[in-house]
């Protein structure tokens, strides 16, 4: 039935028609008592004479409004007028993602941020026990501005059958009661069995959608709809690079995760798809705050964590959060390799069991770590040596990429109880082995065996040690395995990961309780499952403390621990705390690359610049092909004024990464810095990360003279950010000379400890205010002013030689 024109339905006036479908017509309305437009569905005839069905569907209906999730469809109201039951709903404007489809794949950047957008939206919906049931493209709806609703949730388990279409450029519906419900292509294994489902069965439906978005093509579509529903059943969906798309391997893991056939081998939950993408993409999780909960928000100067085996990556950029493996080519390093020096490469996994690749992993990193503590021996970091794993690539180019003279390479094999550990030494410049060596032992030999392999590598280089030689710290065997696993765990960035991680290094506490890795390990944890919004910073921080002191109430000199509790402190604005643990774990392992990497963000908090970018330059010649630390180099170059230097090492970064989310955005910065406004739009406008570009684009038209595009560009970025990032709408205010706007918001950003104050000190973009009588009481009322500061003594204890380490137990 068709309603017209003014007809009524209780308060609601129709108004037009928006569309129709098997599960009711949909029009535009007027609420006569709040004076607003609503979309009003008319059900099915089906549906409305079933009390029973009507009273389900009532129930869920209350239940979906009570979510009030921002990426789920709300529901305002529902009623009976003259025999026409309906439902009230707010109303879209913009598009069905499956339009959006019809003119092919999506980009990467906009594929994963409405994936993000669906599984947060999923997630609300399955933590009350709602079940779509019918996730389709078609079921999600883009406003013009990106906003992604799930439409039809808690409405689509309660439609009657509708008869299958044929099999069009659009998935077929076809639902058969008590057997299958959902759509072809899109629905689960169960569902399309008819078998009892839960939460699990949208999260296949969400990989489908993933799948599509990225590839253009649908996972299972098949000639008719039973071939179609045994391809669901049987079938793992085509290779995505059968579409001719270039897609990560971690988004292609993330999508194949989601389609399992056995629910139990999924996602278990829509969160745990936040964390994977997240991490798989280099994207941020941007939500608005749960009460208690403390939520990671990407502002580009925030001093984010980035997890590296034990400890923390504090950086000055958000964006570095995410674990990115290389896009590209290294750069081309000028110098000749210095002699001595090595790259321990990631050590294959020989055991019949895939599995036990965290103990090869954990052995070369290990290594790697025991090499490094040798001051008088170049070592590049864990993160550039692993970059070549799985690569086909010649050990003379890997000496040249990482600017090595020698590489060190081998295989594990376990068998039980059993290991064999083989180990060679190449001459990077003629490709030839210069020693190796087999090691049958058993597991409770492999301290044993890693002080052998650094002595005999040691020896084969002629290094001359002037100290004690470094040496593995012990434990139990299988505390050493579990210990190995959990720091694999963690490099996956996941809430899941960090739960088995957690569970993991219990365990190894269990069976060594001063195990003081562990303790570290635990530490670093607390602290970054705060930073992904996993657990709040009120429970999160102090376990993080507690660990940390318990690795030096058992061992007073690890570095570490030290490390942790001085990133703690720049979380809670205290930098002179900051600057005394971090000075402190500096004198104790100067060859740490985590605990030099924190350095620098302490230099900047402290306003010395110039020192910091000396720091960060030493980090980036240990460890070339890290994007992270590339990009907290070039952002410092850029603070500077360094703007060439800046730009050089952004271009960097983007051959190893095109999609290193804010490179882009700082590129744009750099070129506003040299007078090259037309450029740094141009720049601007490619950021892949819709928060990033909007804070350039006011800057950028400001600059370009373009006052109502500024002013425009600028209130956009305050309406969607500016709650959550008010140091960011500070500095746009600043850089367009408004000082009045400036302090306004930088008050804002005082009132609620945005970690992001810490780089105040270098931030450029602010240098038009400084002259305001305001800055410096403002700078005094944070504990920033030069008097406040000057007695704070940081002295950065550099490493005597070219030697650095990344992770693992000492």
């Known amino acids: 039935?068709?309603?017209?024109?003014?007809?009524?339905?209780?308060?609601?006036?129709?108004?037009?028609?928006?569309?129709?479908?098997?599960?009711?017509?949909?029009?535009?309305?007027?609420?006569?008592?709040?004076?607003?437009?609503?979309?009003?569905?008319?059900?099915?005839?089906?549906?409305?004479?079933?009390?029973?069905?009507?009273?389900?569907?009532?129930?869920?209906?209350?239940?979906?409004?009570?979510?009030?999730?921002?990426?789920?469809?709300?529901?305002?109201?529902?009623?009976?007028?003259?025999?026409?039951?309906?439902?009230?709903?707010?109303?879209?404007?913009?598009?069905?993602?499956?339009?959006?489809?019809?003119?092919?794949?999506?980009?990467?950047?906009?594929?994963?941020?409405?994936?993000?957008?669906?599984?947060?939206?999923?997630?609300?919906?399955?933590?009350?026990?709602?079940?779509?049931?019918?996730?389709?493209?078609?079921?999600?709806?883009?406003?013009?501005?990106?906003?992604?609703?799930?439409?039809?949730?808690g409405l689509s388990k309660q439609m009657e059958p509708i008869a299958p279409d044929e099999m069009t450029s659009a998935p077929t519906t076809y639902t058969r009661p008590g057997t299958v419900m959902g759509t072809m292509g899109y629905s689960s294994p169960e569902q399309v069995r008819g078998r009892p489902v839960d939460h699990r069965s949208d999260i296949f439906s969400f990989g489908a959608i993933l799948y599509e978005m990225l590839t253009g093509q649908t996972a299972f579509r098949r000639d008719t709809a039973s071939d179609t529903m045994a391809a669901v059943m049987r079938d793992d969906p085509p290779e995505m690079s059968s579409s001719g798309r270039s897609i990560p391997a971690s988004l292609d893991n993330v999508v194949r995760h989601c389609l399992e056939k056995d629910p139990g081998n999924r996602f278990q939950t829509a969160k745990e798809i936040v964390s994977a993408l997240t991490a798989a993409s280099g994207a941020n999780v941007w939500t608005a705050p749960r009460a208690g909960v403390a939520v990671s928000r990407p502002r580009r100067r925030m001093m984010a964590i980035a997890i590296a085996g034990l400890a923390l990556l504090v950086v000055a950029a958000v964006v570095a959060l995410k674990f990115r493996g290389p896009g590209g080519a290294a750069p081309v390093l000028d110098a000749a390799a210095r002699e001595p020096s090595i790259a321990v490469l990631p050590f294959v996994n020989l055991s019949a069991d895939k599995d036990k690749e965290y103990f090869s992993d954990g052995i070369s990193e290990d290594l790697s770590?025991?090499?490094?503590?040798?001051?008088?021996?170049?070592?590049?970091?864990?993160?550039?040596?692993?970059?070549?794993?799985?690569?086909?690539?010649?050990?003379?180019?890997?000496?040249?990429?990482?600017?090595?003279?020698?590489?060190?390479?081998?295989?594990?094999?376990?068998?039980?109880?059993?290991?064999?550990?083989?180990?060679?030494?190449?001459?990077?410049?003629?490709?030839?082995?210069?020693?190796?060596?087999?090691?049958?032992?058993?597991?409770?030999?492999?301290?044993?065996?890693?002080?052998?392999?650094?002595?005999?590598?040691?020896?084969?280089?002629?290094?001359?040690?002037?100290?004690?030689?470094?040496?593995?710290?012990?434990?139990?065997?299988?505390?050493?395995?579990?210990?190995?696993?959990?720091?694999?765990?963690?490099?996956?960035?996941?809430?899941?990961?960090?739960?088995?991680?957690?569970?993991?290094?219990?365990?190894?506490?269990?069976?060594?309780?001063?195990?003081?890795?562990?303790?570290?390990?635990?530490?670093?944890?607390?602290?970054?499952?705060?930073?992904?919004?996993?657990?709040?910073?009120?429970?999160?921080?102090?376990?993080?403390?507690?660990?940390?002191?318990?690795?030096?109430?058992?061992?007073?000199?690890?570095?570490?621990?030290?490390?942790?509790?001085?990133?703690?402190?720049?979380?809670?604005?205290?930098?002179?705390?900051?600057?005394?643990?971090?000075?402190?774990?500096?004198?104790?392992?100067?060859?740490?690359?985590?605990?030099?990497?924190?350095?620098?963000?302490?230099?900047?908090?402290?306003?010395?610049?110039?020192?910091?970018?000396?720091l960060d330059e030493a980090v980036v010649r240990r460890d070339p092909v890290n994007t992270s630390w590339l990009f907290n180099l070039a952002s410092a170059q850029n603070w500077a004024g360094r703007y060439d230097d800046a730009i050089g090492s952004l271009r960097a970064v983007l051959t190893l990464n095109p999609g290193f989310a804010g490179s882009r955005l700082v590129l744009g910065e750099a070129l506003l810095g040299k007078g090259d406004a037309a450029g740094a739009l141009v720049e601007i406008e490619q950021e892949t990360h819709e928060a990033f570009k909007m804070i350039g684009l006011p800057m950028a038209y400001h600059a370009l003279g373009r006052k109502a595009d500024s002013d425009a560009a600028l209130a956009a970025l305050i309406e969607k950010w500016g709650k959550d990032a008010p140091y960011d709408v500070a500095y746009v205010y600043a850089f367009r000379g408004e000082a009045d706007h400036a302090f306004e918001w930088l008050e804002k950003s005082a009132a609620v400890q945005d970690p992001s104050l810490v780089l105040l000190l270098v931030e450029n973009l602010f240098d038009n205010i400084h002259s305001d009588p305001r800055w410096l009481p403002f700078l005094h009322k944070l504990g920033k002013a030069p008097e406040q500061l000057a007695p704070i003594t940081f002295k950065v204890t550099m490493p005597a030689g070219p030697g650095t380490r990344t992770s693992g137990p000492q």
Do not use: C
């Open 1 to 153: 039935m068709t309603l017209s024109a003014g007809t009524r339905l209780g308060p609601y006036e129709i108004l037009a028609p928006l569309g129709a479908g098997g599960m009711g017509e949909v029009y535009r309305a007027r609420d006569s008592k709040l004076k607003r437009d609503v979309a009003i569905k008319v059900l099915p005839q089906s549906l409305a004479a079933d009390p029973e069905a009507l009273e389900r569907f009532e129930r869920e209906a209350l239940a979906v409004a009570a979510l009030s999730h921002p990426n789920i469809l709300s529901i305002f109201d529902f009623g009976r007028h003259d025999g026409i039951s309906y439902a009230v709903m707010e109303l879209l404007e913009g598009e069905t993602l499956r339009r959006k489809l019809h003119s092919g794949p999506l980009s990467e950047q906009q594929a994963v941020d409405y994936a993000l957008q669906t599984a947060k939206g999923l997630s609300a919906a399955h933590e009350k026990n709602i079940v779509h049931r019918d996730l389709k493209p078609e079921n999600l709806f883009v406003s013009k501005d990106g906003h992604l609703k799930i439409l039809d949730f």
């Open 369 to 614: 770590n025991l090499l490094a503590r040798i001051p008088e021996l170049q070592v590049t970091a864990r993160t550039s040596a692993f970059s070549f794993k799985g690569k086909d690539v010649a050990i003379p180019e890997i000496a040249r990429q990482l600017h090595v003279a020698h590489v060190l390479e081998g295989s594990v094999r376990m068998s039980g109880d059993q290991m064999r550990i083989t180990a060679q030494l190449i001459d990077a410049a003629t490709d030839k082995q210069l020693w190796s060596e087999t090691y049958d032992r058993t597991l409770d030999d492999v301290f044993a065996i890693q002080d052998e392999i650094a002595a005999d590598v040691v020896k084969q280089l002629k290094v001359e040690i002037l100290g004690a030689a470094p040496r593995a710290r012990h434990t139990d065997p299988e505390a050493y395995a579990l210990y190995l696993q959990a720091v694999q765990l963690t490099k996956k960035r996941s809430a899941e990961a960090f739960a088995q991680g957690d569970a993991l290094l219990a365990r190894v506490l269990e069976i060594d309780p001063r195990y003081v890795p562990a303790w570290a390990q635990v530490a670093g944890n607390a602290i970054n499952e705060v930073t992904i919004g996993m657990v709040p910073k009120e429970q999160g921080h102090p376990r993080a403390r507690e660990a940390a002191m318990k690795a030096l109430a058992i061992d007073p000199d690890y570095a570490r621990a030290h490390a942790s509790l001085g990133s703690l402190a720049i979380f809670q604005a205290d930098i002179a705390a900051a600057a005394e643990h971090f000075e402190r774990a500096l004198e104790l392992d100067p060859t740490d690359l985590v605990v030099l990497g924190n350095s620098s963000a302490v230099l900047k908090g402290l306003g010395r610049l110039n020192d910091a970018i000396a």
